[in-house]
């Protein structure tokens, strides 16, 4: 028995060394544990106490700026006019022809952010369209005749500023001072070299050249021949 003692004694004592050396080591793994959770804060707490001390509204302004960032990344092409771009796409801007410059027209926005002005223009006397601020414009005359200004005859044209009217043309005569301007008017089969589509051969002749005779009201036809 007390051999037994003897020789469990030390085993008892390794075993409270152990036990002992188990704790210390817990202890110590504790102490580190706890020593390891305040250091890292330590550690970061300058950068992380930092940014959650001014914290709320860095974090905000952090927030905020991303987001402002990400509704104002001034790039051309996302649709919204920014800054420097005269448009995005659709968005002009509230611009328009008008408003830059020209007299009418659809404004559009090329891939660059700058205005397309290609379907703009302006008002042009003598394009041949009558346009605001324009009476008529060269063969535009709208509806108007001769026989609008109280004329019988004649051929109403358009001044070269497209301002009005020229009645200069109108007349009524049939055959007044009208024939003779190398121009058919009303009441004129012809005008001189001008025969319209007439020729010899259109009235029966082979050869020759079809001329208007002196009053405008026939061809003379003494030109024409049936031999070279
Ligand atoms: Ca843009
Ligand atoms: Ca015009
Ligand atoms: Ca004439």
């Known amino acids: 028995m007390r051999g037994g003692r003897s020789d469990a004694q030390p085993y008892v004592s390794i075993m409270a060394v152990l036990v002992a050396m188990l704790a210390f080591t817990l202890f110590l793994y504790l102490n580190y544990d706890e020593i390891f959770k305040e250091k890292t804060p330590q550690m ?29 990344q001034k790039v051309c092409g996302n649709g919204v006019r920014e ?25 559009g926005c090329y891939w660059n952010c700058t205005f397309n002005t290609s ?12 346009e605001p601020g324009e009476v008529c414009d060269g063969e535009d005359l709208g509806n108007e005749t001769c026989k609008t ?3 019988l005859y004649g051929s109403l044209s358009c ?21 003779g301007n190398g121009i058919i008017d009303e009441g004129e089969e012809c005008d001189g070299a001008n025969v319209g589509n007439k020729t010899c051969q259109s009235i029966g002749y082979l050869y020759g050249i079809l001329v208007c005779l002196p009053n405008c009201q026939g061809y003379d036809a003494s030109g024409c021949s049936n031999k070279v």
């Open 159 to 179: 001044l070269t500023d497209c301002s009005g009217f020229d009645v200069s043309g109108c007349t009524n005569t049939s055959s007044g001072s009208l024939c």
């Open 44 to 72: 970061e707490n300058p950068h992380k106490s930092g940014t959650q001390a001014d914290g709320g509204s860095l974090t905000s302004t952090d927030t905020e700026a991303k987001s402002e960032e990400k509704g104002l």
């Open 119 to 130: 379907g703009c223009y302006r008002y042009v006397c003598g394009n041949g369209v009558t």
């Open 149 to 151: 200004f109280g004329f």
């Open 83 to 107: 800054d420097e771009e005269e448009c995005d796409k659709d968005d002009l801007g509230g611009m328009n022809c008008k408003a830059i410059g020209f007299d009418d027209g659809v404004l």
